[in-house]
């Protein structure tokens, strides 16, 4: 399907609230819900195709292994000691004739002190190839974008919640009152891949986007700008304000395609963009894969 033949949708992004509670009630009554919220899309629209929906069952592929282009920055340091050190807000620090120059990007890990070096990155628009909407697995799943450049680079975008060293993440609860901060975090692709399948034994999956160039390029600018803004005091909420959720929002600011999903969910957004056409073939990475050229 190519990007001027798709029919847009009209409505918008995310869950109402569902109704109030209070203490234990209220926790019953968000796992339930999760619980229900976890089953498999039922779509009840014409739109899914033959192809689509062969492409819902096909077996994972395999991948190439990533490299990344960080200019030289300081040594791992941490900073926020108070929180998770693999995420931290970011900066912009100029944008000059589509040469963007990023500070606080996350790229290797120290082993031995398990603190990651964050540094600049410098971006080229013009050598923009790729863009992936991407899912990682482990709990509710998450959701993030990568944008892959011609000189190597490769930049995943993410929202994440900011939580305290040690903290356990609890998206049922927790995550749907208030109690963490949102952060966007920027991260060289094989920084990513290194904490999620190496470090984690979790698996990834990069779907490349059916856009057109400009679409492609929209949607880099509309995801820096999202990353880069003033977000103090925004709280994370695992349907309404997510991985998952703002991900769809840097893909309507740069496509026009207003997608309603009813169901928040980081499988079930890749499923309804997949039925809807706007994926190709995803590319797998696990803990046999990953690190292999």
């Not at 009630?25 to 229900?36: K, Q």
Request: glycine fraction near 8%.
């Amino acid at each position: 399907m190519s990007p001027g033949n798709r029919t847009k949708d009209h409505g918008g992004v995310g869950l109402k609230p569902h109704g109030e509670g209070r203490g234990k009630l209220y926790s019953i009554y968000m796992r339930f819900l999760l619980l229900l919220l976890s089953f498999p899309l039922l779509a009840s629209n014409t739109y899914s195709q033959t192809d689509a929906l062969a492409d819902l069952l096909r077996a994972p592929g395999a991948a190439v292994a990533d490299f990344a282009v960080p200019l030289s920055g300081p040594a791992a340091v941490e900073t926020y000691p108070d929180y998770e050190q693999d995420r931290k807000p970011a900066a912009q620090v100029s944008n000059t004739g589509g040469v963007r120059l990023l500070s606080g990007v996350r790229f290797e890990r120290d082993a031995e002190k398990n603190i990651y070096r964050w540094g600049e990155l410098k971006l080229e628009d013009a050598a923009l190839e790729e863009v992936y909407f991407g899912f990682r697995s482990a709990s509710v799943g998450h959701n993030f974008l990568l944008f892959t450049f011609r000189d190597g680079a490769k930049l995943v975008v993410e929202v994440l919640p900011w939580k305290k060293k040690g903290e356990k993440f609890d998206p049922i609860v927790a995550g749907t009152t208030g109690k963490y901060d949102l952060v966007w975090n920027l991260v060289s692709f094989d920084s990513f891949l290194e904490t999620a399948v190496g470090s984690q034994g979790l698996y990834v999956d990069v779907y490349p986007m059916k856009l057109s160039r400009e679409e492609k390029l929209r949607m880099l600018d509309a995801a820096i700008a999202e990353a880069t803004r003033d977000y103090r005091g925004e709280k994370y909420h695992t349907l309404l304000n997510s991985c998952s959720s703002n991900a769809l929002k840097v893909f309507t600011k740069g496509t026009g395609h207003h997608l309603l999903i009813a169901r928040m969910l980081p499988s079930v957004v890749i499923k309804h963009l997949k039925l809807r056409g706007f994926l190709g073939a995803a590319q797998h990475y696990d803990t046999t894969n990953w690190n292999k050229p």
